[in-house]
């Protein structure tokens, strides 16, 4: 086998390769939601959350210092 031929292998082994990723891919896509805004929506969510439990600590803090 000459170099060409290895040569023309290595690259039809490596376009294969490329074409599974891209397959894998499209369907990684196809499993997530297909919602777009639910993301954000979560991510509002964990937002006010978060938000809420910062606030409380500081009522917390606060009353134990005005007492």
């Not at 369907?27 to 978060?50: A, N, T, Y």
């Amino acid at each position: 086998m000459g170099m060409k031929d290895q040569f023309q292998d290595k690259a039809e082994q490596l376009r294969q390769q490329a074409k599974e990723r891209i397959g894998q891919e499209r369907d990684e896509r196809r499993e997530r939601p297909s919602d777009p805004m639910r993301e954000p929506r979560e991510r509002g969510r964990r937002d006010q959350e978060s938000d809420r439990e910062r606030q409380e600590a500081e009522d917390r803090f606060a009353e134990d210092y005005d007492a």
